[in-house]
């Protein structure tokens, strides 16, 4: 059980590779104010990105930088390809704290 819980732990802890940095994400999330609005909180069709769990934001933004996610993604695809993975995960950080 012992064994079960550590492993879990060290899953878990390995989700994120980089340490949060609040300047750097806050930063980082002005780019996406134009579409999304300030703080990710869009009042337009598009959707809102305040409070989203930052490893399904993550893994969205990794599919729109590698073209495998589908529907209207072209501005989000040439977007993303403009930041790190680091980066992606910086800004994913952020919007999860976002209230």
């Given at each position: 059980m012992k064994k079960l819980a550590l492993s879990l732990f060290c899953l878990a802890s390995m989700s994120f590779a980089v340490e949060y940095d609040a300047v750097r994400g806050e930063m980082l999330s002005l780019s996406c104010a134009n579409c999304h609005g300030t703080n990710?909180?869009?009042?337009?069709?598009?959707?809102?990105?305040?409070?989203?769990?930052?490893?399904?934001?993550?893994?969205?933004?990794?599919?729109?930088?590698?073209?495998?996610?589908?529907?209207?993604?072209?501005?989000?695809?040439?977007?993303?390809?403009?930041?790190t993975d680091e980066e992606l995960e910086q800004l994913s950080y952020y919007f999860s704290k976002v209230k």
């Open positions: 990710g909180k869009s009042t337009t069709t598009i959707p809102v990105i305040a409070g989203l769990d930052k490893n399904y934001m993550y893994q969205k933004l990794l599919d729109y930088k590698a073209g495998k996610s589908v529907g209207d993604t072209q501005m989000m695809q040439k977007h993303t390809k403009g930041f």
